[in-house]
Nanobody, 118 residues
Framework: HVQLVEYGGGVVHPGESLRLSCVAS?????LGWFRQTPGRQREWVAG???????HYADFVRGRYTLSRDDVKNTVDLQITSLKPEDTAVYYCAAAPGRPWREDEYNIWGQGTQVTVSS
């Protein structure tokens, strides 16, 4: 079965940028990112189908950019102007269906911690 591996988390200062990468071990349809902070439910951030435009959650507000390489089966999430409230564990996920339907994601990476702190 397909596995997802995330890269790129770490500790950054407010205002800096960060790129998260995810590699799928096989072919998948939709790829996306979720995030989870302590005490809160995991929330969908963005998703993208093959050779399509990305979809974003309303809270993204232009600071997040999702991109996909359909040949390499990778998906990247670029986050700019990072804020402390972006601190979370970020999960890569795959779905057989629509990338904006968070309930359709059924393959998950192990997560990568992003901490924004001065």
């Amino acid at each position: 079965h397909v596995q997802l591996v995330e890269y790129g988390g770490g500790v950054v200062h407010p205002g800096e940028s960060l790129r998260l990468s995810c590699v799928a071990s096989g072919s998948v349809f939709s790829l996306g990112w979720f995030r989870q902070t302590p005490g809160r439910q995991r929330e969908w951030v963005a998703g993208i189908a093959p050779y399509s435009d990305p979809h974003y959650a309303d809270f993204v507000r232009g600071r997040y950019t999702l991109s996909r390489d359909d040949v390499k089966n990778t998906v990247d999430l670029q986050i700019t102007s990072l804020k402390p409230e972006d601190t979370a564990v970020y999960y890569c996920a795959a779905a057989p269906g629509r990338p904006w339907r968070e309930d359709e994601y059924n393959i998950w990476g192990q997560g990568t911690q992003v901490t924004v702190s001065s």
